[in-house]
């Protein structure tokens, strides 16, 4: 046979080979299976992992603790006299957020009144309202051993109880009613370090 008469075949041959190469390729079902498996569990891995850091990925984000702090506040008994008013119960119920509160420190309530009546009877009327506050904290949940009430009457005066005439100032004697509240920082309970100390043939030597 000659080169002639080969050449078709040879053409064909080139032919089937280029489209082999250039042909789409048929993915395997079963491998298709396995990559799509394999991103899911990736993906979970990723999804449980705490956050990271987006400069630096080895440093895991933590959350920031809640910070303790002494409080200080007072509820005004301006427009109510003796009795709790729902913008007192507003700002009590705010405070038994704080985490002076919710770690357990002491309370102090120091109850205040105005000057109009005597001494005695203005200082069983500030007792009287520190107790209005105690007993809702207590009906909030607040242990009534972390409380203590202090009755000061009317010797602790934030605002003047007459106008410089001498005349009444109502305003004055209003912001006077009130019941001053001081959370304190829960106890440390942690034991005090511990020195060493040495024997006392050491000691000896030392001195």
Request: glycine share 8%; aromatic share 0%.
């Amino acid at each position: 046979m000659t080169i002639r008469a080969l050449l078709p075949a040879l053409t064909l041959c080139l032919a089937a080979a280029a489209c082999e190469q250039n042909g789409p390729e048929i993915p395997n079902s079963a491998q298709a299976a396995a990559e799509n498996a394999a991103v899911t569990a990736n993906e979970a891995v990723n999804a449980a992992q705490a956050p990271r850091s987006i400069l630096r990925p080895e440093v895991v984000t933590e959350p920031e603790e809640e910070k303790v702090e002494p409080v200080h506040a007072a509820i005004g008994f301006g427009t109510s006299g003796l009795k709790l008013d729902d913008a007192g119960r507003g700002a009590l119920d705010a405070l038994l957020d704080a985490p002076a509160m919710k770690a357990g420190g002491s309370i102090t309530l120091r109850g205040h009144s105005d000057t109009r009546g005597s001494d005695g009877d203005n200082r069983v009327a500030s007792r009287i309202r520190a107790e209005a506050v105690r007993d809702y904290l207590v009906k909030k949940g607040v242990a009534k051993d972390r409380i203590t009430l202090v009755a000061l009457g009317e010797t602790r005066p934030i605002a003047p109880n007459a106008h410089e005439d001498g005349t009444d100032d109502p305003e004055g004697r209003a912001k006077n009613r009130r019941v001053e509240i001081d959370i304190a920082l829960p106890p440390d309970d942690s034991p005090p370090p511990v020195v060493p100390t040495l024997p006392a043939e050491a000691k000896a030597q030392k001195e």
